[in-house]
C-alpha cells in the first residue's frame, strides 16, 4: 500500500473536500481522484461518500483512515529516529501523571535529569486521568503515562510499578489523640467524616466508592476537587477529608495539622502503573525519557519502603 496515497486520503477526509485538499497538497484534482480510485480498487471498497457538501468518509474509509494516521505517524517517525540516529535524543515527549499520587512528587526530578542528560529534549508534563488515556495515547498526543492504574484500556498497556495502601487524611483537630497514636481507622470510622474526592472518572474516586459500597456503608460527599493546593486548604479549614495513598499524602500534607490514619477492615489499596500504547514503539526520545522514569521511580519505592509490583 502506497504510504503516498495513504497521505492523499487523510488530507481529503481532513479537508472534507477532494478540491480543497487538491489546492493544499497542489496536486491536479482528477489526480487525486484517480488515488482515491486505485486505493478503493486495492481494497476493493468504496472509501468515500460524495455530496454537494463535500465529501464523508463510508465506515471502511473511517477503518482506513484511522489505520493511515498510526502509519503515516510511524513512517515519520522511522525518518526522524533513523536521520537522528548515533545523535542524541532530540524531540517532545509527553507525559502524564496522576494528581494525587506519589508519582506526581517525581516532577522537579524528571524535568531536572532529562535536561541534564538531555538537553535536546523538550518535556510537556499534564495531569491526566484513566478515562482519556486510551484516546490520548493511541492517538499519539501522550507518549506514556504514571496513573493509578484503571484496568484494562483496549489500545494501552500497563506496567504496575506499585502497590500502595489507602489512608483517610484528616485535620489533625477531627481526631482523638488515642487514635491519631494508633494510626489506623476502620473504613466504617472512616465513613463519619464527609469526603472531598476527585471526581468520578478518577480511578482513586472509584476504588474507594467501591471499598463502601461493598462494606454496605454510604459515602458522604462534601465535595469533588481536582487541585492537590486547593484540597490542602479545605482540609486545613476542616472541611472534610480525603483518602490518598501514604506517599502522596506525606507530599501533600507535610505538617503537623494534619493525621494519616491506614484504613482497616477492609484495606483499600490501589496500583501505580506505566501506561504506554501496545500497538507501536516509542520514539527514541520517548524511550530515553522511559529509562528515566523507570530509574526514579524505583529509586523513590526503595527509599520509602513502598510495596514494589
Do not use: W
Not at 489546492?23 to 484517480?34: E, F, G, N, T, Y
Amino acid at each position: 500500500m502506497d504510504t503516498r496515497r495513504l497521505a492523499y486520503f487523510v488530507k481529503i477526509v481532513d479537508s472534507g473536500s477532494i478540491t480543497k485538499a487538491a489546492a493544499a497538497l497542489h496536486v491536479a484534482q482528477p489526480a487525486l481522484s484517480q488515488q482515491v480510485s486505485a486505493l478503493e480498487k486495492d481494497l476493493k471498497q468504496r472509501l468515500l461518500i460524495r455530496s454537494k457538501q463535500g465529501v464523508s468518509p463510508t465506515a471502511a474509509g473511517y477503518t482506513l483512515y484511522r489505520h493511515a494516521q498510526t502509519i503515516l505517524r510511524l513512517v515519520e517517525q522511522a525518518r526522524s529516529d533513523v536521520s537522528a540516529s548515533g545523535a542524541a535524543p532530540s524531540g517532545r515527549v509527553s507525559i502524564a501523571i496522576a494528581p494525587y499520587s506519589m508519582a506526581s512528587t517525581l516532577t522537579p526530578r524528571i524535568m531536572s535529569e532529562v535536561s541534564r542528560r538531555y538537553p535536546d529534549i523538550v518535556l510537556h508534563l499534564t495531569e491526566i486521568y484513566g478515562g482519556v488515556l486510551s484516546d490520548a495515547i493511541r492517538n499519539g498526543r501522550l507518549d506514556m503515562a504514571l496513573i493509578y492504574e484503571p484496568g484494562p484500556i483496549r489500545g494501552v498497556q500497563f506496567t504496575t510499578l506499585s502497590i500502595e495502601e489507602l489512608y483517610l487524611v484528616a485535620n489533625a483537630k477531627r481526631v482523638s489523640a488515642a487514635v491519631a497514636e494508633s494510626g489506623m481507622t476502620t473504613l466504617q470510622e472512616a465513613a463519619s467524616f464527609g469526603m472531598i474526592l476527585p471526581e468520578q472518572n478518577h480511578t482513586l474516586r472509584q476504588i474507594v466508592e467501591e471499598g463502601f459500597k461493598d462494606k454496605g456503608l454510604e459515602l458522604q460527599l462534601v465535595g469533588e476537587v481536582e487541585s492537590s493546593p486547593t484540597l490542602r486548604q479545605l482540609l486545613r479549614a476542616d472541611l472534610g477529608a480525603t483518602i490518598l495513598p501514604r506517599s502522596a499524602a506525606e507530599s501533600l500534607f507535610d505538617d503537623e495539622d494534619f493525621v494519616f490514619l491506614r484504613i482497616t477492615d477492609p484495606t483499600l489499596s490501589c496500583k501505580i502503573a506505566l501506561c504506554t500504547p501496545d500497538h507501536e514503539p516509542l520514539s527514541e526520545a520517548a524511550s530515553a525519557v522511559l529509562r528515566i522514569l523507570n530509574e526514579m521511580f524505583h529509586e523513590m519505592l526503595t527509599e520509602n519502603g513502598v510495596q514494589n509490583a
